[in-house]
């Protein structure tokens, strides 16, 4: 089983809709990113979260520490929006010096007109 | 803004080549990281480096290598290419700051394929 478990694994919606992805993960872990990757390759970092709830523009992303689980929410979703979401934990006092970071196998998202 | 760049946007080498991916980031980071990015297995640490001349085995080295001769370079080595190493490349970086790991910044991607 994966540390790090995205869901769903592929979601088509209309424009306007409301978009959930969900990210659960099993490690302790110190924080977790939720991050862009548009056709192409190149990855942007959305949100690093440790706690609670952080928004940006029409993006909002929640984390339960106890549950360990994570959501991504896009309000008002836009074709722009099309893109592979991932999730990444950094695991806790793996190792001196760099923390490393754990990904979900990323889930694509098409918005359609 | 934070720059991470990847000296190229798509490689196409020869088996058995020695394939030489650059990296390089203009903030100071401590901390830069090579992955590969395959369909269904999501990205993969390769190598890490957490200081210059300083290197770290990730989850799949194996026909890897890197070097760090400079903080803000870190090159990734394919030493024989092989066509299991066709794949998206993907450099990053990140830094502690008051003993916290902070933002991830990722490179553009090197699109590789061996033939």
């Known amino acids: 089983k994966n540390e790090v478990e995205q869901s769903p694994q592929n979601l088509t919606a209309q424009e306007g809709e409301f978009i959930t992805i969900n990210c659960s993960y099993s490690v302790g872990i110190s924080a977790l990113h939720w991050l862009q990757q548009h056709p192409g390759g190149g990855i942007v970092s959305l949100f690093m979260l440790s706690s609670g709830k952080k928004k940006h523009g029409r993006l909002i992303a929640t984390i339960n520490i106890q549950e360990k689980h994570s959501s991504l929410h896009i309000t008002a979703s836009h074709p722009r929006d099309s893109a592979v979401y991932i999730c990444?934990?950094?695991?806790?006092?793996?190792?001196?010096?760099?923390?490393?970071?754990?990904f979900g196998q990323g889930t694509r998202l098409t918005i359609n007109p | 803004d934070v720059k991470v760049t990847q000296s190229s946007r798509y490689l196409v080498k020869r088996t058995g080549e020695k394939v030489f991916l650059e990296c390089v980031q203009d903030?100071?980071?401590?901390?830069m990281f090579w992955y590969r990015q395959d369909p269904g297995l999501g990205l993969r640490l390769i190598y890490f480096?957490?200081?210059?001349?300083?290197?770290e085995k990730g989850d799949i080295p194996e026909g890897y290598s890197v070097s760090r001769e400079k903080k803000e370079r870190f090159s990734l080595i394919l030493e024989s290419a092989s066509t299991n190493q066709t794949s998206m490349y993907l450099c990053?970086?990140?830094?502690?700051?008051?003993?916290?790991?902070?933002?991830?910044?990722f490179g553009q991607g090197t699109r590789l394929t061996v033939v």
């Open positions: 480096s957490y200081d210059v001349k300083m290197k």
């Open positions: 990053a970086s990140s830094f502690l700051a008051g003993g916290v790991w902070l933002e991830a910044f």
């Open positions: 990444a934990v950094r695991r806790k006092n793996i190792i001196q010096g760099a923390q490393k970071l754990v």
């Open positions: 903030m100071d980071h401590e901390n």
